[in-house]
């Protein structure tokens, strides 16, 4: 079924790259579009995932696939929503400083959380025990079907996205980022929109946590620290904060480039990859986000074109 | 009969109520009213010279500057005491209390149309759920901004507010849009070339008539003289004059003692 | 809660967590003066600790000798991505959301560089091992106890030089209005630079103790940072005397729950939640301000 070209590396690296743009595009309307800057990323997508592997692995389900995974996965999806609930409504009326201690640190006290609870969690030893929801024949068949209903879950993300830029909900968000007091003095409740919007983006960021560790089979404390956060921030910087389809174009460029050209198709020494490769990574992502926001803030396609865009949708 | 009906209308006014309203500025009181409603009559004008304290009482009763001493509330038309700095900052335009910018506030990346479409738009349709709502919100309010944008000639409301003078007047169009019960306009006029400083006067003047409340704080006394049915007069932090402009005006060395001969 | 507890939690958070007040000293003056939050000033005191551990290890020197230069270069080093960096951005009309995500990218790209450069295994100081001093009943290394007076003496500096010079009234003056501190002569270059050097020596210094108390690694910095966040912002409101004020009572809070929990990571938890609450209490009364 899957195609043999598709090797395991491959399938693996191109659900990293569906896997930060669904980030990158959820980050996009708390950064990009409402002017919050969420350092917590990892903390939604972590708690949804170790939520999710807790539940699955620890309890007793009296029911089998797909519910298991189902009822698990939508636990996740619940209770990153409430976390984006807490988190938004701590930060609502904080200034930038503020949001960056709050967000940040959430996001280290959800990788606290999972280390020591380590009856729970497996801590700093991890946890197996997760797995797709169904087996339809090789590893590489399961992966590359889950690749598929993980790019399809991220694919309306990019819809809603792009939806919402032309919807009321998006004007306000717009509007809340540009200039929140003036906004108050329309009569929008600011922060209540920005409480519903972290809640709901938190709660897309649980699932997609939750998908991750599908594919992984294993939770791992490592694998939820500030490099997510910072692979979605550098995507969506270089491709552009203010564009849905920044966060696609970026997370190619970055992510992309990374773990699928380098790490497939690059002839280097194989020590290389183990070592040098991925903290060479993390620093050129680091020099991105500094040079994009030095000499082109808005990234690779620029600003919001919304005089084109209400030309189109309303006419003359 | 007719004293009677006057009456009538009068109390179906909002008023705005200040009392023992004080507020100082490192140490220099710039706003000191003792007790003063507004609002009885359908357009009252607030003059007076530079550092008056006009824009401060303006930015004291929408609570963007808090009061040292006293109260500030809203009489609305049908009944109660609404304390204003107890509102949250959006209760305001939701009590039907709006203020227009002295100084040029707007949407930078929102056009023309977003800005209008916002003010108008119910909270039902900014729901994170309601992605296809924007057809059903422009259906309903489409032709009341389409009125506002022919009338004062906006050419290409897809474009975004260039000129200062066109952000001021969509500022103005937004505070419209809101049904203001009681409209505070701090200097609209400013920046407006004559023609469209005309068509704001004829746009309050028809909103006053239809029992919103409008206090407006205005340099240019044109404006003044043709629009109000009040005028107060504010110096040093109080207001020392009151009546309607042939008075006010007719107090010429007053007058003339702070804003100069040639207004008169 | 008896007395043993109370001298453990005091001496210990005092001495082993006194770099922490340093680093959130020098982070606060960055903040309150140049109102930036310098997400790589982590790799300042990082860098500290591998200049200290440097000049140890390459020229036999003691650890009181290499912490002057060290503090130097660290200074020198913090004025650098001043001058690269933040100037240029600044120039550029950078918004101050702008500048925390690229003081971020800056606190990852240098980190990671220094990890290319110097690999995983954990490099130490080369020092004998220091006495073992008992204050109030509590075993106290002479390096940690250095480390406790240093801070003391370097905030009383800090503090004498800020409010008593000429160059700390420049400085003051020019945070709190730019344009008439440079209608009155003062050059926002130099004192700038003045103040990114003094946040950078502070740094360093905290690095360099840091280091020579456990082991030197990429990550040293980053991992003090958010708790240097946290005790800058919420002391840094009330001045050099709040950031210490509650840096001391961090570093005690610290040593009293790690020693309460055995479990050093339950104590960052809990002062996350306490500032973050703290944070938002104060938030709260500063939301009403901002009116149109």
């Given at each position: 079924?899957?195609?043999?070209?598709?090797?395991?590396?491959?399938?693996?690296?191109?659900?990293?790259?569906?896997?930060?743009?669904?980030?990158?595009?959820?980050?996009?309307?708390?950064?990009?579009?409402?002017?919050?800057?969420?350092?917590?990323?990892?903390?939604?997508?972590?708690?949804?995932?170790?939520?999710?592997?807790?539940?699955?692995?620890?309890?007793?389900?009296?029911?089998?696939?797909?519910?298991?995974?189902?009822?698990?996965?939508?636990?996740?999806?619940?209770?990153?929503?409430?976390?984006?609930?807490?988190?938004?409504?701590?930060?609502?009326?904080?200034?930038?400083?503020?949001?960056?201690?709050?967000?940040?640190?959430?996001?280290?006290?959800?990788?606290?959380?999972?280390?020591?609870?380590?009856?729970?969690?497996?801590?700093?030893?991890?946890?197996?025990?997760?797995?797709?929801?169904?087996?339809?024949?090789?590893?590489?068949?399961?992966?590359?079907?889950?690749?598929?209903?993980?790019?399809?879950?991220?694919?309306?993300?990019l819809f809603y996205a792009w939806r919402v830029h032309r919807s009321p909900y998006g004007r306000l968000l717009i509007a809340v980022g540009g200039n929140e007091p003036l906004a108050r003095s329309l009569g929008k409740s600011t922060f209540r929109t920005k409480l519903w919007l972290f809640a709901v983006t938190a709660a897309a960021m649980g699932l997609l946590g939750a998908m991750n560790g599908v594919m992984a089979h294993y939770l791992d404390v490592g694998n939820i620290g500030v490099g997510v956060t910072l692979a979605a921030m550098v995507g969506l910087v270089l491709g552009g904060t203010a564009r849905v389809w920044g966060a696609v174009v970026g997370v190619i460029l970055t992510v992309g480039?990374?773990?699928?050209?380098?790490?497939?198709?690059?002839?280097?020494?194989?020590?290389?990859?183990?070592?040098?490769?991925?903290?060479?990574?993390?620093?050129?992502?680091?020099?991105?986000?500094?040079?994009?926001?030095?000499?082109?803030?808005?990234?690779?396609?620029?600003?919001?074109?919304?005089?084109?865009?209400?030309?189109?949708?309303?006419?003359r | 009969m007719v004293a009677d009906v006057v009456d009538a209308v009068a109390l179906t006014r909002p008023r705005i109520r200040v009392q023992g309203a004080v507020k100082s500025f490192s140490g220099r009181v710039v706003v000191d009213v003792d007790d003063l409603v507004l609002g009885d009559r359908p357009i009252e004008g607030l003059i007076g010279p530079n550092g008056a304290g006009k824009t401060t009482l303006m930015r004291m009763i929408m609570h963007s500057t808090p009061l040292d001493r006293g109260r500030i509330s809203l009489l609305p038309a049908g009944g109660g005491d609404v304390v204003l700095s107890s509102l949250p900052a959006h209760g305001m335009a939701r009590r039907g209390v709006v203020k227009s910018n002295q100084v040029i506030m707007d949407f930078d990346k929102l056009t023309i149309w977003d800005?209008?479409?916002?003010?108008?738009?119910?909270?039902?349709?900014?729901?994170?759920?309601?992605?296809?709502?924007?057809?059903?919100?422009?259906?309903?309010?489409?032709?009341?901004?389409?009125?506002?944008?022919?009338?004062?000639?906006?050419?290409?409301?897809?474009?975004?507010?260039?000129?200062?003078?066109?952000?001021?007047?969509?500022?103005?169009?937004?505070?419209?849009?809101?049904?203001?019960?009681?409209?505070?306009?701090?200097?609209?006029?400013?920046?407006?070339?004559?023609?469209?400083?005309?068509?704001?006067?004829?746009?309050?003047?028809?909103?006053?008539?239809?029992?919103?409340?409008?206090?407006?704080?205005?340099?240019?006394?044109?404006?003044?003289?043709?629009?109000?049915?009040?005028?107060?007069?504010?110096?040093?932090?109080?207001v020392i004059l009151r009546g309607d402009p042939p008075s006010i005006r007719a107090n010429g060395t007053v007058v003339e003692k702070y804003l100069g001969e040639g207004h008169v | 809660?008896?007395?043993?507890?109370?001298?453990?939690?005091?001496?210990?958070?005092?001495?082993?967590?006194?770099?922490?007040?340093?680093?959130?000293?020098?982070?606060?003056?960055?903040?309150?003066?140049?109102?930036?939050?310098?997400?790589?000033?982590?790799?300042?005191?990082?860098?500290?600790?591998?200049?200290?551990?440097?000049?140890?290890?390459?020229?036999?020197?003691?650890?009181?000798?290499?912490?002057?230069?060290?503090?130097?270069?660290?200074?020198?080093?913090?004025?650098?991505?001043?001058?690269?960096?933040?100037?240029?951005?600044?120039?550029?009309?950078?918004?101050?959301?702008?500048?925390?995500?690229?003081?971020?990218?800056?606190?990852?790209?240098?980190?990671?560089?220094?990890?290319?450069?110097?690999?995983?295994?954990?490099?130490?100081?080369?020092?004998?091992?220091?006495?073992?001093?008992?204050?109030?009943?509590?075993?106290?290394?002479?390096?940690?106890?250095?480390a406790l007076v240093g801070v003391a003496v370097l905030s009383l500096l800090l503090w004498l030089f800020i409010q008593r010079t000429s160059y700390g009234l420049q400085i003051r003056a020019l945070a709190s209005d730019e344009n008439l501190a440079r209608v009155s002569g003062i050059r926002p270059l130099v004192v700038t630079v003045l103040i990114w050097f003094i946040a950078g020596v502070a740094g360093g210094l905290a690095g360099a103790f840091y280091g020579v108390g456990s082991s030197v690694s990429p990550l040293l910095g980053w991992r003090q940072f958010l708790l240097i966040l946290m005790v800058a912002l919420v002391g840094g409101s009330w001045g050099l005397g709040g950031v210490i004020l509650v840096g001391v009572g961090t570093s005690v809070a610290l040593a009293a729950m790690a020693l309460q929990f055995d479990q050093v990571l339950y104590a960052q938890l809990v002062l996350i939640v306490v500032f973050v609450v703290v944070l938002k209490v104060r938030g709260r009364r500063l939301a009403e301000t901002t009116k149109v």
């Open positions: 079924m899957t195609p043999d070209f598709l090797g395991s590396f491959l399938i693996s690296g191109l659900f990293d790259v569906v896997m930060v743009i669904g980030l990158a595009l959820l980050l996009h309307l708390q950064l990009g579009l409402a002017r919050i800057a969420n350092f917590g990323v990892v903390g939604f997508w972590g708690l949804g995932m170790y939520t999710f592997g807790v539940l699955y692995v620890q309890v007793d389900w009296p029911f089998g696939e797909p519910f298991q995974f189902l009822v698990c996965a939508a636990a996740a999806t619940l209770v990153a929503g409430l976390a984006g609930l807490l988190i938004g409504w701590l930060i609502g009326d904080l200034d930038t400083d503020g949001v960056l201690v709050g967000t940040l640190g959430f996001a280290t006290a959800v990788q606290i959380l999972a280390t020591t609870q380590d009856d729970l969690t497996g801590g700093a030893r991890g946890m197996g025990g997760l797995d797709f929801p169904y087996d339809i024949g090789r590893v590489k068949d399961n992966e590359f079907l889950w690749l598929a209903i993980t790019a399809a879950v991220v694919v309306a993300v480039l990374f773990d699928i050209v380098i790490q497939s198709y690059l002839p280097l020494p194989k020590e290389w990859y183990t070592q040098a490769i991925p903290v060479l990574r993390e620093a050129a992502f680091g020099a991105v986000l500094i040079l994009v926001l030095l000499f082109r803030p808005l990234g690779l396609l620029g600003d919001m074109r919304r005089d084109k865009l209400m030309g189109k949708i309303h006419g | 800005s209008l479409l916002l003010a108008v738009a119910e909270a039902r349709y900014e729901q994170p759920h309601r992605i296809f709502g924007e057809r059903t919100l422009f259906a309903r309010h489409a032709d009341e901004i389409r009125h506002y944008l022919d009338y004062f000639g906006f050419a290409d409301p897809t474009a975004f507010a260039m000129s200062a003078g066109e952000k001021k007047l969509l500022d103005i169009v937004r505070c419209l849009l809101l049904r203001p019960t009681f409209l505070l306009l701090d200097e609209p006029t400013a920046g407006l070339p004559d023609e469209l400083t005309e068509k704001v006067m004829r746009v309050v003047r028809d909103l006053a008539a239809s029992g919103t409340s409008v206090v407006i704080v205005e340099h240019d006394l044109n404006v003044i003289w043709n629009l109000c049915d009040e005028v107060l007069f504010m110096a040093e932090g109080k | 809660m008896d007395l043993d507890f109370i001298t453990q939690s005091l001496v210990i958070g005092l001495t082993e967590n006194a770099p922490l007040v340093l680093a959130a000293i020098g982070f606060a003056l960055l903040y309150k003066l140049t109102g930036l939050i310098n997400v790589a000033y982590s790799e300042t005191i990082t860098l500290g600790s591998y200049f200290g551990m440097w000049l140890n290890t390459t020229y036999g020197l003691d650890f009181y000798t290499i912490l002057i230069p060290t503090g130097l270069l660290a200074g020198v080093f913090s004025v650098a991505t001043y001058l690269a960096i933040f100037r240029p951005a600044k120039r550029r009309n950078v918004g101050a959301l702008e500048m925390i995500i690229i003081s971020f990218g800056l606190s990852i790209f240098l980190r990671h560089s220094l990890q290319f450069v110097f690999g995983y295994p954990q490099r130490y100081y080369d020092v004998p091992p220091p006495d073992t001093i008992m204050i109030l009943g509590v075993g106290v290394t002479s390096f940690r106890l250095l």
